[in-house]
């Protein structure tokens, strides 16, 4: 004999007594374990309260069954205590007594759940559609800021297009480039501060297409014309002429080599006369007469 928790009320009861003192409910003969929990519960219960495992309910036997009554049989011969690994595999449900077990009824959408489903995947495809008209987008704007960059010599719009479109199949061409531009502007600030024209003549030789080429090519004519005017020649003067042809100091370099030149005729002149006078004077003093003057 032993005790067990009453099925119905919970109260302790022997598993030989034929009825709950408490609650009355019928216990010898009429307890079964559950195979998968081994709750200790009523036969005619069709659901575990613990594990929610349902039973096949067998149909009544007949009364004469003497076995089945017998109150002295003890619960561990009716039930056994070793879990059917069937039941413990897949629980099978009944729904009335005689009739064949059946396996766990297939799931059902309902309506509003087919209703999710095709909401979700017209939202996973309305994102993918977005997604790629971004990318074609970005791609078209890329080639457009590329193709305006081509005649852009400045730095700083390089390094902008590089940050914008960092996946552009044009960065490498625009790495080249900027590093081109900066190595050209590093040159230029030599030439534009030097005295020297050659300087920015190899300027203009390295760099043909530079952006300061116009620049550079003002700066030679700026240096060129202070030396000729420094030199004040009438040589000097036509030298600028000959190279600067359309200089910004064409005009003055013309007038200034006709003042040279009567400056340098002047000097000619009185030169030829301070050298005949002092011819004269040595003659005059040597009492010899001047056969040039006669």
Not at 135 to 156: I, M, V
Not at 194 to 199: M, N, R
Not at 202 to 218: D, E, G, Q, V, W
Request: some cysteine; overall charge negative.
């Amino acid at each position: 004999m032993s005790l067990i928790k009453c099925p119905e009320c919970g109260h302790d009861v022997s598993t030989k007594a034929p009825a709950c003192p408490q609650c009355g409910v019928s216990i010898a003969g009429n307890l079964k374990r559950c195979p998968v929990c081994d709750t200790i519960l009523l036969k005619d219960v069709e659901e575990c309260p613990q594990c929610h495992t349902h039973f096949v309910i067998e149909p009544t036997k007949p009364a004469e069954t003497s076995e089945t009554s017998n109150p002295s049989i003890p619960v561990e011969l009716i039930e056994s205590t070793e879990p059917d690994k069937r039941s413990k595999e897949s629980p099978v449900t009944s729904s009335e007594p005689g009739q064949e077990a059946s396996s766990s009824p297939t799931p059902h959408k309902s309506r509003g759940g087919w209703m999710l489903t095709i909401i979700i995947v017209a939202l996973v495809a309305l994102i993918g559609l977005i997604a790629w008209q971004m990318k074609n987008g970005e791609e078209a704007g890329a080639e457009r800021a590329y193709t305006l960059l081509q005649s852009c010599n400045d730095p700083q719009n390089y390094q902008d297009f590089m940050m914008r479109y960092p996946k552009s199949k044009h960065i490498a061409e625009v790495e080249v480039r900027l590093a081109e531009l900066r190595e050209e502007e590093t040159a230029w600030k030599a030439a534009s501060i030097t005295s020297q024209a050659e300087l920015v003549k190899s300027f203009i030789n390295k760099y043909p297409t530079s952006a300061r080429r116009a620049t550079a090519l003002h700066r030679i004519d700026t240096i060129e014309w202070r030396q000729a005017d420094a030199a004040g020649t009438s040589a000097a003067y036509t030298s600028y002429i000959n190279a600067h042809e359309a200089g910004d100091f064409i005009t003055e370099a013309y007038s200034a080599r006709e003042e040279a030149i009567r400056r340098e005729l002047r000097a000619r002149s009185d030169s030829i006369a301070a050298a005949n006078a002092a011819r004269d004077s040595m003659y005059e003093a040597q009492g010899i007469d001047n056969v040039f003057a006669q």
